[in-house]
């Protein structure tokens, strides 16, 4: 073997680190001859008999940079035991053994080596999940006169318990409304899911009462079936079921009331006939309601003023508008929940929210948050609210000097001393 002349400054390796490709032990591997031979041998070691393949680990050399090969050879015959792999590294000129079924990777960054490289051994782990159960197909049921559709919750619908909370549910209740609107009469162009034979009318949303018994987790499936019916002459009611795909279990419902605008003018306006005769078409008959009627429509408190919690300021974004040229419904809902309590809003159970839409919000608007504890409806405690319950009267307005318009009026109750994590299903 050749050695470098003596005072020639040693450069390091080519190659440094090495990759397992097969169990099988063949050929010699080599350096180049003027840094001197490196021949490595490495054993199989195999895991206990119970799992009976073979536990790989990478192998990463350690060069040291600043000695000279003939420093290195002194080193022939020391082995180092690199997790299940013997290694055996040894400089000594003339010497050939056999090799350890390892593929060189010129230049490859030694963090390559630290990974599992053989094949084998990954494919003999099983996946947790092969395969995800589809969501049901979304389409009306109930000879047309309802819709249901399927979704799986995402990632960015959860918290930090891994649970959605009453924003993430409204906003799912608000899209399976839209789609079912597109399902009955097609999409339109302006508005959100209006008619597009209505050229310039829209509906907007005045009051939605939403009840959660449980929150559905992340990669759940829920099923929402959604009906509407006429509400007098003016308005219409839509209602939706919220339900576990996996077990049919009831875990949610809501109820609203819907009016239509002028949507250049903002205001109200009646049904136009023609619009009057395609809902009948559609709409659930007889009427059917979620939620008893003894039960919605219940007057929100007054909130008193100086308020008892005062929360931040809230900026309307841009990216807070809607298809209907507003703040979307469910911006209103999270900025509520920035009054609640920190202990009640981690340590209870959100039971049910109402909440009346006022006025309408544009981006750049600045509005104030308030909140302050109020009595719960006897009627309440007897749907679900539990015997204790806690409430909150929340109040969302926009002020400009003196002269402060109400934009939001909502009360939350919450099942008391009730654990937030819930036991998984």
């Not at 494919?123 to 197909?137: D, E, I, L, Y």
């Not at 903002?266 to 009427?287: H, I, S, T």
């Not at 409430?391 to 939350?412: D, I, K, N, P």
Request: with cysteine; proline share 7%; hydrophobic share 40%.
């Amino acid at each position: 073997m050749a050695h470098k002349p003596q005072g020639a400054s040693w450069k390091p390796p080519a190659i440094t680190t090495f990759r397992l490709s097969t169990p099988l032990l063949r050929g010699p591997l080599h350096q180049p001859a003027s840094h001197g031979r490196l021949l490595l041998s490495a054993t199989r070691f195999l895991n206990c008999a119970k799992l009976r393949m073979a536990s790989i680990a990478a192998i990463r050399i350690v060069q040291n940079l600043g000695t000279h090969p003939a420093t290195c050879s002194k080193a022939a015959g020391r082995s180092a035991h690199l997790g299940s792999l013997t290694v055996a590294a040894s400089l000594q000129p003339g010497v050939h053994r056999p090799s350890t079924a390892l593929r060189a990777i010129a230049g490859a960054p030694p963090a390559a080596a630290e990974s599992f490289a053989n094949g084998a051994a990954a494919a003999a782990v099983a996946p947790a999940v092969t395969a995800f159960p589809a969501p049901s197909p979304s389409q009306l049921v109930e000879n047309g006169r309802a819709f249901v559709e399927a979704h799986r919750i995402r990632g960015n619908e959860v918290g930090p318990d891994q649970r959605t909370n009453m924003i993430s549910i409204a906003t799912l209740l608000q899209e399976v409304a839209s789609n079912h609107a597109v399902a009955m009469w097609g999409r339109s162009t302006e508005g959100f899911a209006s008619d597009p034979s209505m050229s310039g009318l829209i509906f907007v949303m005045t009051r939605m009462q939403i009840q959660m018994e449980r929150y559905p987790r992340w990669g759940d499936i829920v099923e929402i079936k959604t009906w509407f019916q006429e509400d007098g002459k003016l308005a219409a009611q839509r209602d939706w079921e919220v339900t576990c795909q996996a077990t049919g279990e009831t875990i949610g419902r809501a109820t609203s009331t819907w009016v239509m605008i002028n949507m250049q003018t903002r205001r109200l306006v009646k049904f136009p006939e023609a619009a009057r005769q395609k809902c009948a078409a559609f709409q659930l008959m007889p009427p059917r309601h979620i939620i008893p009627r003894e039960y919605t429509r219940q007057k929100l408190p007054e909130l008193g003023l100086p308020a008892e919690i005062v929360g931040p300021i809230q900026v309307a974004r841009r990216s807070d508008m809607d298809m209907n040229g507003h703040v979307n419904n469910t911006t209103y809902l999270a900025w509520t929940m920035e009054t609640v309590p920190s202990d009640i809003y981690h340590g209870a159970h959100l039971y049910q929210i109402e909440i009346d839409f006022k006025a309408e919000c544009h981006g750049g608007d600045l509005v104030e948050s308030l909140a302050g504890r109020c009595g719960t409806h006897d009627l309440l405690s007897q749907n679900g609210a539990g015997p204790q319950p806690l409430s909150f009267v929340h109040v969302l307005r926009r002020c400009q000097g003196e002269a402060c318009t109400e934009l939001v009026r909502c009360r939350t109750t919450w099942r008391a001393l009730e654990s937030a994590s819930e036991p998984s299903d």
